[in-house]
């Protein structure tokens, strides 16, 4: 079969098209062919037995010199194209040839899916009717195709060797792969998933719509595609503004951690709790790190400043640290050795006899103990048992000394009980001379009979001391009433007062004879008072004789 004739009535620019294989081999067409794998299918449908060819998908340019023997296939317009190229068709019926691959530029134009909870399933996009196709294109009888839009007809491509309704559906299916597109896409505004490459897609579907080639309602489509950029540009706008209050919570949280760390940092190194302080900071670096590999980028700006203050904050805090504790360390040598000194001491004096000497210098290391700055716990507690150990040994010593001597002394106890009930029967004193011979026969007794276990030394003394107190007193008030300058004074007195209240009855009589009552009362209370100390010392001194 000789090549077609080209025909006279196509525009100029079409002139440049071929009659083989379709040349439309755009990366969109590919990707329509992963969107919307229907038009294979819908392709193979149109088979009108062995008579009639099959429109095959287009095929790759560089696979044209290859496929002479198919049966002739779909031409599309393509102005840009340099010359005409013609393939003679067979009459064996045809084979679909294979879809060009998607090239990495369909790639970076298909949009991203979002989430896959939040896509619902796609319905494929009604196929256009021939009615509705017969709306927007028409076919010559050479199988040349043409778009109408807005009353202006624009060639579309060529289908020989088929019927009008085949060329024309096949075109028309190639507007319903970009409308399924659309339909995609304003599920995925609807759904709100992820804008990104959103408005490159309906870019990228605009220059599909713009090469017409294919048939349909082009204007709707445009139509739909202004309706999603302006959709797309205002879900652009909320998640912009979504991802920027989500920036700024994780800007907000990050301060918080580096304002915790700098506090930490910056707290007294003598007053810090060091334990729980480092801790806390390992709990917020890994809390940065946590931040850093989940949360949203901040910015190399910000990310770079708080980095530098939190790690700034951990230096100062470590050199803190090092420092309190090298110190630390010093300190706890020097305590360490003052108390292995006093600890040398106490060992000294732990077999030491001299049981006076030896607990006073015990009280005195005591006293040293108390006033050394404490080591660490594990090691003031280690030192402290042996200083401990020290002490114990002299005191049990002295303890087992004074166990024997009391068990010596327990004859001489009853003894000095004995004498401390004869010294009891002296009481009450009846006759002084007689209380003070008997005592002192006990006291000369008592010291005979020597020392008592140290228990009983002192309730067996003040047993004795208290009757000896009981005849002192005595003897204090014997003498009291005895002493003749008492009496004197006591004489002296008496004359005064009486003498006083001889006046003061003469002053009542001349009161009560003028009758003035306020010179009555005032010698009246005189009296009465001078009375009552006249009769005070009266029995005082009958007490004395």
């Known amino acids: 079969m000789e090549p077609e004739a080209e025909p006279t009535e196509v525009a100029p620019a079409e002139a440049e098209q071929t009659e083989a294989e379709p040349t439309e081999v755009a990366p969109a067409e590919a990707e329509q062919a992963e969107v919307a794998p229907a038009e294979a299918g819908a392709a193979e449908d149109t088979q009108s037995g062995d008579a009639e060819p099959v429109p095959a998908a287009p095929a790759p340019v560089a696979e044209e010199a290859g496929v002479a023997a198919e049966a002739p296939a779909p031409t599309e317009a393509a102005p840009e194209e340099a010359g005409v190229a013609a393939e003679?068709?067979?009459?064996?019926?045809?084979?679909?040839?294979?879809?060009?691959?998607?090239?990495?530029?369909?790639?970076?134009?298909?949009?991203?899916?979002?989430?896959?909870?939040?896509?619902?399933?796609?319905?494929?996009?009604?196929?256009?009717?021939?009615?509705?196709?017969?709306?927007?294109?028409?076919?010559?009888?050479?199988?040349?195709?043409?778009?109408?839009?807005?009353?202006?007809?624009?060639?579309?491509?060529?289908?020989?060797?088929?019927?009008?309704?085949?060329?024309?559906?096949?075109?028309?299916?190639?507007?319903?792969?970009?409308?399924?597109?659309?339909?995609?896409?304003?599920?995925?505004?609807?759904?709100?998933?992820?804008?990104?490459?959103?408005?490159?897609?309906?870019?990228?579907?605009?220059?599909?719509?713009?090469?017409?080639?294919?048939?349909?309602?082009i204007r709707s489509a445009e139509g739909r595609l202004d309706t999603l950029s302006t959709e797309i540009t205002a879900l652009e706008k909320a998640e912009k503004a979504q991802h920027d209050a989500v920036r700024a919570a994780e800007?907000?949280?990050?301060?918080?951690?580096?304002?915790?760390?700098?506090?930490?940092?910056?707290?007294?190194?003598?007053?810090?709790?060091?334990?729980?302080?480092?801790?806390?900071?390992?709990?917020?670096?890994?809390?940065?790190?946590?931040?850093?590999?989940?949360?949203?980028?901040?910015?190399?700006?910000?990310?770079?400043?708080?980095?530098?203050?939190?790690?700034?904050?951990?230096?100062?805090?470590?050199?803190?640290?090092?420092?309190?504790?090298s110190q630390l360390d010093s300190n706890n040598s020097a305590a360490k050795a003052a108390k292995e000194k006093l600890i040398g001491e106490a060992e000294a004096l732990s077999a030491s006899t001299d049981w006076g000497f030896a607990a006073g210098e015990y009280r005195r290391l005591m006293d040293e103990w108390k006033a050394s700055p404490r080591a660490s716990r594990k090691d003031d507690d280690a030192l402290w048992a042996r200083f401990r150990a020290a002490q114990d040994v002299f005191f049990s010593s002295r303890?087992?000394?004074?166990?024997?001597?009391?068990?010596?002394?327990?004859?001489?106890?009853?003894?000095?009980?004995?004498?401390?009930?004869?010294?009891?029967?002296?009481?009450p004193i009846k006759e002084l001379g007689a209380a003070k011979k008997a005592l002192q026969s006990v006291r000369d007794r008592w010291e005979e009979a020597g020392k008592v276990p140290r228990a009983d030394m002192g309730r067996i003394e003040a047993g004795l001391r208290r009757i000896e107190d009981a005849v002192r007193q005595a003897e204090d008030e014997i003498w009291q009433r005895s002493n003749p300058e008492t009496k004197a004074r006591t004489n002296s007195a008496l004359s005064q007062l009486e003498s006083a209240i001889a006046g003061l009855k003469d002053d009542l009589a001349k009161a009560e004879k003028a009758g003035d009552q306020r010179k009555i009362k005032a010698a009246q209370e005189a009296l009465d008072a001078r009375q009552a100390w006249l009769d005070q010392i009266q029995r005082s001194a009958s007490e004395l004789s």
């Open 88 to 217: 003679e068709p067979v009459p064996a019926a045809p084979r679909p040839a294979p879809r060009p691959a998607p090239s990495p530029a369909a790639f970076a134009a298909r949009p991203k899916a979002g989430p896959a909870a939040a896509v619902a399933p796609v319905p494929a996009a009604p196929a256009t009717s021939l009615a509705e196709a017969a709306r927007w294109g028409r076919v010559e009888g050479d199988g040349h195709v043409f778009l109408t839009i807005d009353g202006e007809e624009h060639p579309v491509g060529q289908y020989p060797d088929v019927s009008n309704d085949e060329a024309l559906a096949y075109f028309a299916r190639k507007y319903d792969d970009i409308v399924a597109q659309i339909v995609l896409l304003e599920q995925r505004v609807a759904s709100k998933a992820p804008t990104t490459d959103m408005q490159k897609t309906v870019t990228h579907l605009r220059e599909q719509l713009a090469e017409r080639n294919m048939v349909g309602d």
């Open 251 to 325: 800007l907000a949280a990050r301060e918080a951690i580096v304002i915790e760390a700098e506090a930490i940092s910056g707290t007294d190194p003598a007053q810090i709790q060091w334990k729980t302080s480092s801790a806390r900071m390992n709990e917020l670096f890994e809390s940065w790190k946590t931040a850093q590999k989940s949360g949203v980028r901040l910015g190399r700006s910000n990310e770079d400043a708080l980095w530098k203050r939190f790690r700034a904050a951990r230096t100062v805090f470590d050199r803190h640290r090092r420092a309190y504790f």
């Open 399 to 427: 303890q087992a000394a004074n166990d024997e001597i009391d068990q010596e002394y327990a004859a001489n106890l009853k003894v000095k009980e004995a004498l401390l009930e004869e010294a009891n029967a002296i009481l």
